[in-house]
């Protein structure tokens, strides 16, 4: 079997062309901070939240619940204060579906950029609420400033 030059030129260009793309370049962590979820009243729900900051400059906020329902959606907020004081919400976080949420945060729900450095340093606690509908507090994490 006999292949032709055209052919043959072909194929060598689509490799060379498919096989170095700039999106195949992995982001690195650059840092990481957990906090324990405690659960509030009876729900016996806990977990944790990690704000991890990559090589690219984005800093994401990972709600991982333990002890809930795997079909339950949780809204879940940064707030300000502790989680003693209660306080008005700065950032409003991807709702936990399925015991997880995931959300990118480079500002906070009034338009000021905030990065990871300043949510280390934020006045405030996450908090997670029972459902859409039903806004009590069935976890919480002081955070930042107000870190045990």
Do not use: W
Not at 9 to 29: F, G, R
Not at 77 to 84: K, L, M, V
Request: glycine share 8%.
């Amino acid at each position: 079997m006999k292949s032709s030059p055209f052919f043959l030129s072909a194929l060598a260009l689509i490799l060379i062309t498919t096989s170095c793309k700039k999106d195949d370049v992995s982001t690195v962590i650059l840092q990481s901070t957990e906090y324990k979820l405690q659960a509030i009243g009876a729900t016996g729900i806990t977990g944790t939240v990690t704000f991890t900051e990559d090589s690219d400059g984005k800093t994401e906020v990972l709600v991982e619940l333990d002890d809930g329902s795997s079909v339950a959606v949780h809204p879940a907020y940064i707030r300000f204060n502790t989680s003693e004081e209660g306080g008005a919400v700065a950032l409003t976080l991807n709702p936990c579906e399925c015991q997880i949420s995931r959300t990118t945060v480079s500002k906070l729900d009034v338009g000021t950029s905030i990065s990871y450095e300043g949510l280390l340093q934020l006045d405030g606690h996450v908090s997670i609420h029972e459902s859409p509908d039903d806004y009590t507090v069935i976890s919480a994490a002081n955070i930042g400033a107000n870190a045990d």
